[in-house]
């Protein structure tokens, strides 16, 4: 039988070596399950199978030839095709526009446009049951869901007629009924004969959709197993192994809970999220953990004003607030660090100082105080070298820096505002090891001077290093909490993965 063989993968970024030799093969109309705890390197593999990423070393083989595939028009060429983690629909441009974007049949000219979209609307027309209202071929992605936008995104690759389809979490935003939808579609495609590689952290998905599955862990082939000869219990096992245990929250006392919560929120619902309460004391670090994608970013921006959100009430430090938007949260003392710098954190084109004045410029203007520009450049020259920010020179731009000093500086841009409670989405996502440690020192001394913090991370190891409690959600609500020596980086790998179905059934 026909088949993809990935073997002997290196790949280094810097100084993390990401694969260590690991492999994968995939058979024509197999879904192959590819599991292995955050970090270990699911989705680079996933990129240089698609030509995103060039390995240090690597053998590619489709039918026993050898495979040369030194970008995506290569994986597109041998119709191998990804939906990668990081999804890449253009927002400004409609549904249509981005399903067809890149197709076999755009890229050859030989359907008509008008050919083109009667597809789109047939595949529209398939997935309208689980896509939500009011969305069309016309209808702008930007404002759409997460759900709805990885919905599309596997759209968008199936339209291209993929033989291999790789798909990395790409249910992570999913509903139960979306997912019922994605896996009728992808049985419809291996029934076709086409190989699939389906990466995801639900244990559930994975028993009931792969007939192989392939465990990596530290960039490295643990194991490939027959689906049907094991459970959940070996393969949580086989994830997480012996990993070593993160050394926890290091000296750090236990900040007290007894007096007044800086920030106290209940019964906030928005998309994606459902009657969330939490409180925040100072000097805490409250982690937000869980699977990827289960409403924490989306509670960060509901907290925030920065999108939809209505709670039945939030305090800071005990007077009742309301923010319809981030300035009445910026100015009730909140901060919040956006995770994705590049859509998000930064004006990349702007200079590096503008970038770590803009919060503080847009309050001082509003209260009609004059803009000293030599305060404004002495504040962020004193935020530089208090952040140990590798740059050129204040005016440069802030495309000119390395990821762990550009996110350092939408660390800087926040704390010049002096926040009371700082929200943290994923802030050391990317970020090499470096600044990382000197992100995760900044976040201690906030804490040491009373401010409460909450922290998402995709990184467990991140979160046992940091959190003093961690809030585990699934599907928007939480469903758990770990505290003080109970948070570890085992016990929230399996909190996230030995959620059963008891714990979330709607009630
Ligand atoms: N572009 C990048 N630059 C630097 N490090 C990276 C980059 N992409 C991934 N890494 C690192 O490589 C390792 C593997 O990451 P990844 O392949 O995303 O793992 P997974 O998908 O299993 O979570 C991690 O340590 C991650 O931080
Ligand atoms: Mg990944």
Redesign the pocket.
Known sequence: MASLDITGVDKR??G?Q?LKGASLSVAEGEVHGLL?P????????NKVMAGAVRPDAATIRLDGQDLRIHGPQDAHHHRIESVY?QLSLIPHLTVAENLVLGTEAARAGWLTPKAQLVEVDAMLERLSPVLGGGIGPRTRVGSLNPGTKQLLEFAKVVLRRPRFLVLDEATASLHRDQVALLFAMVRELTAEGVGVVFVSHRMEEVLDLCDRATIIRNGLNVATVDVKDTDEQELVRLMVGDLARAAGRGERPAPSRDGQPVLSVRGLQAEGLADVSLDVHPGEIVGLGGLQGQGQSELLTGIFGASPAQAERIEVAGDPVEFRNPRSAIAAGLALVPGDRASEGLYSVRSIQENISTVTLGRRARAGLVIDARAEKEAATSQVDALRIKIGALADAVSTLS?GNAQKVVVAKWLLSEPRIVLLDDPTK?V?VGAKAEIYAIIRDLTAQGVGVILNSSDDVELAELADRVLVLYEGRIVQELEGTDVTHDNLVAAALRISDDDTKES
Do not use: F, I, M, R
Request: charged share 10%.
């Open positions: 970024y810097g993390v990401a292995g955050n970090g270990s390197g699911k989705s680079t593999l983690q990821g990317g090499d």
